[in-house]
């Protein structure tokens, strides 16, 4: 039973790629995500602690804090380590394009914001990684623009859209991420490969900047 559940203490929580990918990938808020944003966004990890987990949550309550981590652990959004993984503190305009282009099969990654400025790239020639970007831009607007048919009419509960080939492989994938009050666009050239570690740490990195 939930209501007999113990916290475990001295592992670090660590956030899964389906967990980071669940934090970034809406804008409506939930426990599940203020839980999320509180690990992926803290700077000096801490070890699981009632203390902690209460500030990770926003909550005021042990018990429900406690289901909550519990729940999430079940869908595997996150786990319980020794020791905590150590995200580089390198300059971000110097880490962005190692970590984009581990997430394409081509190597070919960039990040834009709703405007259609690119943050940083890898893989593409600036000429086409200004029009990619500017294209995501147009994509984010449409994608709003037409959110009540696919969530409400199609029960479409997702917001990325992709370039196909006619065996349906993704050649140009649109991911709109939200991080705090700001909305930025991973594009991605080829396969993704969002299933790694290299996903969550992008995420990580980007909240510490805009998170």
């Known amino acids: ?11 670090y929580p660590k956030v899964t790629a389906a967990g980071a990918y669940y934090a970034i990938s809406g804008t409506q ?3 599940s995500r203020t839980l999320l944003h509180g690990i992926l966004k803290q700077i000096d ?12 949550s926003g909550s005021d309550n042990v018990e429900s804090a406690i289901s909550l ?10 786990y319980g380590e020794d020791n905590p993984t150590v995200i580089a503190q390198d300059n971000l305009e110097n880490r962005l394009p190692e970590l984009l282009a581990q997430l394409s099969d081509t190597s070919k990654a960039l990040i834009a914001d709703d405007n259609g400025l690119y943050y940083a790239c890898a893989g593409f ?10 294209l995501a831009g147009e994509v ?12 409400n009419n199609l029960n479409i509960n997702q917001n990325s859209w992709a ?15 939200y991080l705090g009050e700001n909305k930025l666009i991973l594009v991605i ?11 969550v740490e992008l995420v990580q990195v980007l909240y510490r900047r805009y998170g």
């Open 125 to 134: 020639h600036h000429e086409s990684a200004e029009e990619i970007a500017a």
């Open 140 to 151: 984010a607007r449409l994608s709003e623009q037409h959110a009540l048919l696919i969530k």
């Open 69 to 78: 981590l519990y729940r999430l652990q079940r869908l595997e959004f996150l």
């Open 163 to 177: 370039v196909c080939d006619p065996a349906g492989r993704s050649e140009l994938a649109f991911f709109p991420m």
């Open 1 to 11: 039973m939930e209501t007999n559940l113990s916290l475990q203490t001295q592992l």
């Open 45 to 56: 990890l801490e070890p699981v602690s009632e203390a902690s987990l209460l500030k990770w």
């Open 189 to 199: 050239g080829g396969t993704p490969q969002l299933q790694n570690d290299n996903f």
């Open 29 to 31: 808020q939930n426990p």
